[in-house]
């Protein structure tokens, strides 16, 4: 990375950690309780939190969430298309396209050609792809773990039932 890259990646942590510290010092009553704000805005900040957690923990495995999603659809579903992750992901094609060469330029995933189709190329993970998942994946457990330390396993679960419904709702899809 050059000097100049480093010091804005720099500058820019300072200023996160600077909004960080603001966002700690407000008076938490100044916005209300948490319980009386809309649900997509606390789902939102949820979401925040745990992309910063994840980014932090797959910063130093050089992977993004993103990245980690990918490789993990892939472990779940060998053999998709660039073209079905896209739509999983609500992606353009061109963004997983790079996403897709970035990962194959490291020797994480690779594509091979769909024997009924010619040409359709199927992705899959190598072996290294694999190890770094397994790696990412006991990181990916420890933030889920931390996030869940103050419930039961019956509410936990109690919440995923909820989330998988509130998943199903929105159109979303279980499969690959």
Not at 69 to 74: E, K, R
Not at 121 to 135: M, N
């Amino acid at each position: 990375m050059s000097a100049k890259k480093r010091e804005a990646a720099d500058v820019s942590v300072l200023e996160r950690e600077r909004t960080s510290a603001a966002v700690q010092t407000a008076s938490p009553t100044s916005v209300g309780p948490p319980e009386k704000w809309g649900m997509i805005y606390l789902l939102a900040r949820i979401f925040y939190a745990m992309r910063q957690k994840s980014e932090d923990a797959l910063r130093p495995h050089n992977m993004t969430p993103m990245q980690f999603t990918i490789l993990d659809s892939l472990k779940r579903w060998n053999g998709l298309s660039s073209a079905e992750l896209s739509r999983r992901f609500r992606v353009t094609p061109q963004t997983m396209g790079e996403m897709i060469g970035n990962l194959e330029r490291r020797a994480l995933i690779a594509r091979v050609q769909d024997p009924a189709n010619r040409r359709a190329l199927r992705l899959s993970l190598t072996d290294a792809g694999e190890r770094l998942l397994e790696t990412c994946e006991s990181e990916m457990q420890a933030i889920e773990a931390q996030m869940f330390e103050q419930m039961s396993a019956r509410d936990v679960e109690s919440l995923r039932g909820r989330l998988c419904g509130l998943h199903d709702r929105m159109g979303l899809s279980f499969d690959g």
